[in-house]
Nanobody
Framework: QVQLVESGGGLVQAGGSLRLSCAAS????????MGWYRQAPGKERELVAT???????NYADSVKGRFTISRDNAKNTAYLQMNSLKPEDTNVYYC??????????WGQGTQVTVSS
């Protein structure tokens, strides 16, 4: 089992920035992928960004150039720096950990609200 603890959500004005953190603990595999997804009420959860342990990244087109994902492997922690936030970025953001065996674990979710 892997436990994920998220922090950093909140309320920000359009054009502002927020930084999300996700700390993983438990049965951490040597090869894994961490990432962030978001989900609005009544909609499916969608990928925001992912990063492998070796540093390969993947971003949704809607956040490219504005969001940056990074990680500290020594701390098993992933970060999502969100700049130039837009009202449409308002969502609950979920941290994801995918193990080498393809198991998915999820954080509890953190609310990000961008006011216009």
């Amino acid at each position: 089992q892997v436990q994920l603890v998220e922090s950093g959500g909140g309320l920000v004005q359009a054009g502002g920035s927020l930084r999300l953190s996700c700390a993983a603990s438990g049965s951490i595999s040597s090869i894994n992928r961490m990432g962030w997804y978001r989900q609005a009420p009544g909609k499916e959860r969608e990928l925001v960004a992912t990063i492998t342990r070796s540093g390969s990244t993947n971003y949704a087109d809607s956040v490219k150039g504005r969001f940056t994902i990074s990680r500290d492997n020594a701390k098993n922690t992933a970060y999502l720096q969100m700049n130039s936030l837009k009202p449409e970025d308002t969502n609950v953001y979920y941290c994801n950990y995918r193990s080498i065996w393809g198991e998915d674990f999820w954080g509890q979710g953190t609310q990000v609200t961008v006011s216009s």
